[in-house]
């Protein structure tokens, strides 16, 4: 045969998925035709079969060097893509789009990198432009809804995913998809039916069983939510973020099933330090801090990752009130894992609640906000250490109360008497959606429950209203900040911001928020719906704190700034700003709605 038959022949068998009868064939092939870029890239095709990886780069790169040919060159984008190097297969989608820029598989290819990369309005633009050359691209419809999902415009994204069912109605990634969004707007019965239908269509989809799940929960259906994550997990037993939201949501329903799948898993692999960390981590949020000890200490000698241990039995030593040997194992984890930066944020702590070097503890911390300033954990210990080397002058301008703890009243939406009125029916709207039983120990609130999802995300008139109330009030807030570039607060300043967290909590006797920080925000707000009459009793009842740390220490530090609750207001402030709420003793519920913004 000459080469045109023998190219032909090969490019059979890897029609037929025949990749060792086409590789066989081609490397004689190239052997003897060594300048035949043709020969090289379907070499390179047979390689790939065979999950070859770096002999399958090397025939595409001897093709590319005899020929740049945009297809041979997406091929090794695909390649590039396949690994997980994003960044060198987005390099080579470029370069074959200037040779091609009309070539569509291409342009999709280098969408979907872009979407890997969390770069969504990039890849929006990207697969738009699919669009634009053939409306018909199914996978590019379903690109940009699920780019336009990830960016929070979920009514755009309800219409595209139907777009594409009015065409296959089959489609599970559309009615996963759709399920997901409508979940998200408040539309739960329409939401269980969408996925539904995809969990029907593919069965063996642990993704589509959990979101299932989710809209279950959120429909108040907790026996069919149960079930839905149960055969999630059948499929997925390793997915450790799908435990985390199965127990999460067995914890708020109090159910009796709450940790058992992590002991089952850990059970067959008992040095597993991922999900032995998870465990011990919600040992500890449940008071049961001995029974975390224990589980780690069992664990530390056969975990795969030790330092990862070392760094959760520091948290639990310090919360047992061990605090000098919290160090030692934070020390640990640190020396063992140089440079990663949870192991620096764990020993700064450690050494912070065990009374030490605190000049030491700040250095670290100083680090830390350098190099991440948009972490607000980070900032939240950083102002820690300030209090504790008495550095008073930077303390004041990092946290500055006055300044940038604002307090506001909301005003009546149209339709409304007065504030008493709209407030009256969001408490009766807000009332219907704390569907659970038990607070979330993963969050602030204990001895109360907390909505699940995005509260703002919902399209029911009530949420539409208080949004916009908000809003009102925290336009003029922000926009009277000033811009600094030297400071976490006002060097994100740009005058406007966007709602990205959402949630209501209702309070019972004896509840409280534990002291903490918004690790999402940027500035953080509470809105207060129902205050009980015995915050206006002088003891400081259920208002909020300021400036005490979350972490117990050896010589604790008092909160430094108090604001009393009023009905209808809002406490807007940095989202690094430790806070909490003194308990209630009273009877009477206090409701609230929490959110967190960013600069837009």
């Not at 037929?16 to 066989?24: H, L, N």
């Not at 040779?99 to 342009?107: E, F, R, S, V």
């Not at 067959?268 to 991922?274: A, D, E, F, K, R």
């Not at 520091?314 to 063992?336: I, K, N, T, Y």
Request: aromatic share 8%.
């Amino acid at each position: 045969m000459d080469l045109p038959q023998q190219l032909s022949t090969a490019l059979e068998h890897l029609q037929a998925q025949d990749f060792v009868g086409a590789r066989s064939l081609l490397l004689s092939v190239v052997e003897r035709h060594s300048d035949s870029a043709d020969a090289w890239q379907l070499l390179a095709l047979a390689h790939q079969g065979l999950d070859q990886i770096e002999a399958a780069e090397a025939g595409f790169s001897a093709s590319l060097a005899l020929s740049e040919q945009p297809d041979v060159r997406t091929h090794l984008g695909d390649l590039c893509r396949s690994t997980g190097r994003f960044n060198e297969a987005l390099t080579m989608y470029d370069r074959a789009l200037i040779a091609q820029p009309t070539h569509i598989a291409c342009q999709m290819s280098r969408a979907q990198t872009l979407f890997d990369l969390g770069q969504w309005a990039e890849a929006e633009q990207a697969f738009v432009s699919v669009l634009k050359q053939n409306a018909e691209t199914i996978n590019a419809r379903l690109g940009l809804a699920q780019c336009v999902q990830y960016q929070g415009r979920q009514q755009e994204a309800v219409a595209l995913f139907q777009q594409v069912l009015a065409g296959a109605p089959d489609n599970t990634t559309a009615l996963n998809g759709l399920g997901i969004s409508l979940k998200m707007l408040g539309y739960v019965d329409d939401a269980t039916n969408a996925l539904k239908a995809a969990a029907i269509r593919e069965p063996e989809s642990g993704d589509i069983h959990s979101n299932l799940a989710s809209a279950f929960a959120s429909a108040g259906r907790e026996e069919e939510a149960i079930a839905a994550y149960r055969h999630a997990l059948e499929r997925q037993p390793d997915n450790i973020e799908l435990h985390d939201w199965f127990n999460g949501y067995l914890g708020v329903m109090g159910h009796p099933d709450y940790l058992l799948s992590y002991r089952r898993v850990l059970a067959q692999s008992p040095g597993n330090s991922v999900f032995t960390t998870q465990l011990a981590r919600k040992l500890l949020l449940n008071d049961r801090g001995s029974e975390a000890l224990t589980l780690l200490e069992t664990a530390l000698p056969v975990a795969d990752e030790p330092a990862a241990l070392l760094r959760e039995l520091s948290r639990v030593r310090r919360e047992l009130g061990q605090f000098d040997e919290a160090v030692l194992a934070a020390r640990e984890a640190a020396a063992q894992q140089r440079g990663w930066v949870d192991s620096q944020q764990e020993l700064a702590t450690a050494i912070l609640a065990s009374a030490g070097d605190y000049e030491e503890a700040w250095a670290l911390l100083s680090a830390l906000v350098r190099d991440y300033p948009l972490e607000q954990g980070f900032w939240a210990l950083y102002l820690t250490a300030l209090r504790y080397t008495q550095r008073d002058d930077e303390y004041e301008w990092v946290s500055n109360y006055d300044r940038f703890i604002n307090i506001a009243t909301v005003e009546p939406p149209a339709g409304f008497d007065d504030c008493p009125a709209f407030i009256a029916q969001l408490r009766s709207a807000l009332t219907s959606l704390h569907t659970t039983t038990r607070h979330p120990v993963e969050q602030s609130v204990v001895c109360g429950t907390q909505t699940l999802d995005d509260l703002f995300s919902r399209q029911a008139p009530f949420i539409r209203q208080l949004c916009d109330a908000l809003y009102q009030q925290l336009k003029p807030i922000v926009a009277q900040l000033p811009h600094d570039a030297t400071h976490p607060l006002l060097g994100r300043n740009t005058g406007d911001v966007g709602f990205s967290d959402s949630w209501s909590v209702l309070l019972h006797q004896r509840g409280f928020h534990k002291n903490h920080y918004h690790s999402a925000g940027w500035m953080s707000s509470v809105f207060y719906v129902t205050v009980p009459d015995a915050v206006n009793a002088g003891q400081r009842e259920g208002w909020i704190s300021f400036g005490e740390p979350g972490f117990r220490a050896r010589e604790p530090l008092l909160a430094d700034h108090w604001i009393k609750p009023e009905e209808g207001a809002l406490v807007v402030f940095p989202s690094y700003l430790w806070h909490g709420t003194t308990p209630l003793a009273t009877a009477k519920a206090r409701m609230t709605v929490g959110y967190d913004v960013l600069p837009i």
